[in-house]
């Protein structure tokens, strides 16, 4: 266990809920493109809106990580 200032874990419980409301965000996202998808009447246009839905999931799961990341480093 590290010593660390009720700073730094303040400033890391901070980044954890930042990263949070990104996964938020991204999963909106990319549920929206989902939508777009099924609804689309063009079948390109269906698989730009996968295409784009699938880099939402990718880039909401990375928050995700980030966020048990630092909310580990908030608790240490």
Do not use: I, W
């Not at 874990?9 to 990319?30: F, H, Q, S």
């Amino acid at each position: 266990m590290t010593d660390k200032s009720v700073g730094e874990r303040l400033g890391a419980a901070v980044d954890a809920v930042k990263e949070k409301v990104n996964e938020g965000a991204d999963r909106t996202r990319a549920e929206t493109h989902e939508f777009n998808a099924e609804t689309a009447s063009n079948p390109v246009d269906g698989l730009m809106e996968r295409g784009k839905a699938a880099v939402d999931h990718t880039k909401a799961d990375l928050h995700g990580a980030r966020a048990d990341q630092k909310s580990d480093k908030a608790t240490e």
